[in-house]
């Protein structure tokens, strides 16, 4: 009896613990890096038949290129409505639309606006740390209440030792997925003012932003077995 409540414990700890995590994911995704990404529309509300629905409930969204969004209203009576929204949003983006289809253009980031996304991104990590600590304590002293009712101390042992293997774990996660992300903002605009600087001319974008997505795509990929230090050390090496 004392046993599976201990296993109850160590499960609902790995459940905070990975909450957290994608908690986090879910987080920076949102976070404007300088590269395209719909979800950062997600906090976009449109009025859609009477009720306020997610713009992907209304529109198809892609991203033609690394610095664009475009959004393929379905009805083109909603593309003054969701101009409005994007707009309301406070997204930081100003809409545009030939008749057809919204674009959205993100601009190349500045030194500054980086180091401020970095420290938010940060932020969001070290929250997520503090909630896998959480879960570590809340399991330990759980464990040690059923020490007083009658369960083994070496048990108890045993069973911290786990959840702080589970701990390190997930703290290893958070810190892979700060890395990332940390290196995506910084190094994404730092390739196509690299890339202009060395030919004097802004229409290397496209070429640019060709190759960021497609290192992008090998990261994601390679992110799922890896730790942060190679992620780091892959972007690096397509920097220099």
């Known amino acids: 009896m004392l046993n599976d409540e201990l296993e109850l414990y160590e499960t609902a700890a790995e459940e905070q613990m990975q909450n957290a995590v994608t908690h986090l994911d879910d987080a920076l995704q949102h976070i404007r890096a300088g590269k395209a990404n719909p979800r950062i529309l997600d906090p976009v509300k449109v009025e859609y038949y009477g009720m306020m629905s997610p713009l992907s409930s209304c529109a198809t969204i892609t991203t033609p290129d690394a610095r664009t969004i475009a ?3 379905w009805e083109k009576k909603l ?3 969701i101009e409005r929204a994007i707009i309301n949003s406070n997204i930081g ?3 545009s639309n030939n008749g057809e289809v919204i674009r959205l253009i993100l601009p190349p980031l500045t030194e500054e606006r980086r180091r401020e996304l970095c420290k938010q991104c940060k932020a969001e990590a070290e929250n997520a740390k503090m909630s896998i600590r959480n879960a570590r304590r809340d ?3 759980e464990f040690k209440k059923l020490v007083k009712n009658g ?3 070496d048990i108890q ?3 911290e030792e786990d959840v702080q293997k589970v701990h390190d774990k997930y703290i290893a996660k958070v810190e892979a ?3 990332a992300n940390e290196k995506e903002i910084m ?3 730092l390739v196509i003012e690299k890339m202009q600087a060395a030919s004097g001319d802004s229409s290397v974008n496209t070429e640019a932003e060709s190759l960021i997505e497609s290192i992008d795509k090998s990261i994601d990929n390679f992110y799922l077995n890896s730790s942060s230090n190679l992620i780091i050390k892959v972007r690096t090496t397509f920097i220099y």
Request: charged share 25%.
């Open 79 to 81: 593309i003054g409505e």
């Open 71 to 73: 959004i393929q209203p």
């Open 151 to 153: 369960l083994s101390e």
């Open 93 to 95: 983006l100003t809409p």
């Open 177 to 179: 997925l700060y890395a």
């Open 139 to 141: 399991a330990i002293e």
């Open 157 to 159: 042992k045993d069973a």
């Open 187 to 189: 190094d994404n605009n």
